[in-house]
């Protein structure tokens, strides 16, 4: 079941896209509303599953991750168990930043995050032994243009 946002909720949701971690006042101010229905927004909004979760945004540049890349994997496998297995060894690498299913010539795509081409072939070599695969293709990205996790409202 959807939520439905006012207005007011929605210019509380852009706030805290912008910054999560800004003070109940500071989101008030910017909305145009005093601190008690704000908070009881918010929590209404955690309650329904609109706010997941709260959370930083790290520079992975500053982190010493400086290489991006755009994984595309084909398998001859679609059984629940090979899919099962390349779920969980997508999980289990905090190096894999995003995973989408495809429709279309490619099955998955990966962002992967890591410190060079060296440790990329590190992750390439555990994930080809953990599941089989049909053909990877690793696209380096050399410059981000546009990342956000900011959702339209």
Known sequence: ?????????????????????QSLDDIAKAVGSSKTPV??????MREGGVIRQQTFLLDADALGSEAC???????????????ARFLKALKD???VQEAHRLAGDID????????NARAYDTFYQALISEVKVHNVTALLSMEEIKSTTMLPL
Do not use: C, S
Request: proline content about 2%; hydrophobic content about 45%.
């Open 1 to 21: 079941m959807a939520v439905r946002l006012d207005e007011l909720d929605r210019k509380i949701l852009v706030e805290l896209q912008r910054d999560g971690g």
């Open 39 to 44: 908070w009881n927004r918010i929590r209404k």
């Open 69 to 83: 890349f755009l994984v595309l994997i084909r398998t001859a496998e679609h059984d629940a168990e090979w899919q």
């Open 93 to 95: 690498r905090p190096e």
């Open 108 to 115: 998955y795509i990966l962002k992967v995050v890591v410190a």
